[in-house]
């Protein structure tokens, strides 16, 4: 039986209610330290799907779990919960920073990803706790809530892909997919597209797997029935024009940051490895050697000229040789393409070198807080000023030394200058037999599919590949094994639907993620407001 003050006292324990942000966990919303755990699984399991094991699925289950971790958080939970996430994941996908160079610079790039994976948690978190109460039927939840999420991860992957400093665009969904049964949509929407499409199947899991307003005959229809459409999606049609004959060179050369080695010796591996191409019945039409592939630069040592015409001269081919060329006090790392008798026809210099590695920004600052680690980048590479494709014989090749085959703004540029052939030359010798290599060419191949084209990539010690434009191995060479690739590769001219959006698709699925975030949000304070000034739930309708 009640008092008379029950009432007065039931009366104002409504007003003071918690506002919905603050209301006690929806179904399905993990405690925090059951988040942790789940965000640190997710974290491993999305490294289970890149290179070296390349188990796909595994990328979108350790995505799902990760989104899901963040369901219920506050702004402080969902930092840890992400910052979880993101170091054990980063942590495990670049380990091979470590073989050589240690922990700090393993750490560093760790950390710097956590960042912007903590702050990339916090808008998801709020996609969670908005959309259910913004959009409540079985459409928001299922629909519009996992687009939102996918969006939200995309824009994060997007800002850490170019910022700062050009940014690190490794760790990308999409490239845990480079031989799975999804990318070939990378040819229609790009790199960030295929993240987009794999985030919205690990959102659609995680969104299903809390689900009880539905069956599971209708969750079950939705989850098959999106994954259905994504399989069943046709390929875009490879059209080629031609063909080039390509003799692609590995040398095996010790050419890591800290290999003990004679001048002229790098130069004379590449040379050894070439030998078997002078014994082919069929002339060729340009060898590729790797990034370094001449520790000598031909344009300032009379040696290495007289070596590189000799290789031209006998098998009637330019050489595209990597080398360190040096203009006035700028230093570069270059492409040349060499003519017997003629010298560097052409020349490409490295547009995106790698910060921390080829240079040290802001050196004054950052350079006195580890003298002795920064020391191992004694000289800072110039910025690449001139265009992206050298031009042979009636053949536009496309060149993406080493790191710059991850940015997305120079594959466009390569296009745009009609290469109708990628070259992707690099030097994978400071990372040993890890995973680095594998995932390199993970992106090399998708680029191969997103531009249409063939990419010959040529490294000093593996793993070298040419790949056709529809993401097939032509011919591969095994690790730390001088070799060479000789093969008529498929030149195309083809114009992809990923190259014309650009970054269309990209800003919209963010923008409309950010949107729907934001009239969610609205709509959210609006209904605490009602809640507070009414003193009753129902007044949140």
């Not at 580890?370 to 090749?397: C, H, M, N, Q, W």
């Not at 990539?457 to 593996?462: C, I, L, M, R, W």
Request: glycine share 10%; proline share 7%; net charge negative.
């Amino acid at each position: 039986m009640m008092d008379a003050t029950d009432g007065p006292r039931a009366a104002a324990s409504s007003l003071t209610a918690p506002p919905l942000a603050q209301a006690a966990p929806a179904p399905g919303t993990p405690r925090l330290g059951v988040a942790v755990l789940a965000a640190a699984l997710g974290g491993w399991t999305m490294d289970l799907g890149f290179p070296d094991l390349g188990w796909w699925p595994f990328t979108i289950l350790g995505t799902a779990l990760v989104l899901w971790s963040l369901r219920g958080r506050s702004v402080g939970g969902s930092l840890l919960v992400g910052a979880v996430a993101g170091f054990v994941y980063y942590g495990v996908l670049i380990e091979w920073l470590t073989v050589y160079l240690g922990v700090v610079p393993w750490l560093a790039l760790t950390l710097a990803q956590v960042f912007f994976v903590a702050l990339g948690a916090i808008p998801i978190a709020l996609a969670w706790r908005w959309m259910p109460v913004a959009f409540p039927g079985v459409a928001g939840r299922l629909l519009l809530l996992p687009i939102v999420l996918a969006g939200l991860w995309t824009a994060r992957e997007g800002i850490s892909n170019v910022w700062p400093w050009g940014g690190f665009a490794w760790g990308r969904l999409a490239i845990s997919h480079s031989e799975g049964p999804l990318a070939h949509w990378v040819t229609w929407i790009g790199m960030s597209g295929l993240s987009f499409l794999l985030a919205l199947l690990a959102a659609v899991l995680a969104a299903v797997a809390i689900e009880r307003s539905t069956t599971v005959v209708s969750r079950a229809v939705l989850v098959s029935g999106l994954a259905a459409t994504l399989l069943v999606w046709p390929a875009f049609p490879t059209m080629t024009s031609g063909s080039v004959r390509v003799g692609a060179v590995q040398g095996n050369s010790e050419t890591g940051l800290f290999a003990q080695y004679e001048p002229g010796d790098i130069l004379q591996d590449h040379l050894d490895a070439t030998l078997p191409l002078y014994e082919l019945d069929e002339p060729l039409d340009v060898v590729v050697w790797p990034e370094n592939g001449s520790d000598l630069d031909p344009l300032r040592s009379d040696y290495a000229a007289a070596a590189l015409d000799s290789v031209s001269a006998r098998l009637d081919a330019p050489v595209v040789v990597g080398t360190i060329t040096a203009v006035g006090d700028e230093t570069f790392n270059s492409m040349l393409l060499w003519q017997g008798g003629e010298g560097a026809v052409d020349q490409y210099d490295k547009i995106h070198p790698v910060p921390f590695a080829e240079y040290l920004p802001e050196r004054e600052f950052f350079y006195p807080l580890a003298p002795d680690l920064f020391d191992l980048v004694p000289r800072d590479y110039s910025i690449g000023k001139r265009d992206t494709v050298l031009e042979l014989d009636g053949v536009i090749a496309g060149v993406a030394i080493c790191y710059d085959i991850v940015d997305d703004d120079l594959l466009a540029r390569m296009i745009d200058e009609r290469a109708n052939v990628l070259f992707a030359p690099t030097n994978n010798a400071d990372f040993g037999p890890t995973d680095q290599s594998v995932q390199q060419l993970a992106i090399a191949r998708l680029r191969a599919i997103e531009s249409g084209r063939s990419v010959v990539q040529a490294s000093t010690v593996g793993a070298s590949a040419i790949i056709a434009p529809d993401g097939s191995t032509i011919d591969d060479l095994p690790l730390f094994t001088p070799g060479v690739m000789v093969q008529e590769v498929p030149l195309s001219d083809v114009i992809t639907p990923a190259h014309a959006l650009g970054r269309t698709l990209e800003w919209f699925v963010c923008l409309l993620a950010a949107a729907a975030l934001l009239l969610a949000g609205i709509g959210a304070r609006s209904d605490r407001r009602a809640l507070r000034s009414d003193g009753r739930p129902g007044a949140a309708a």
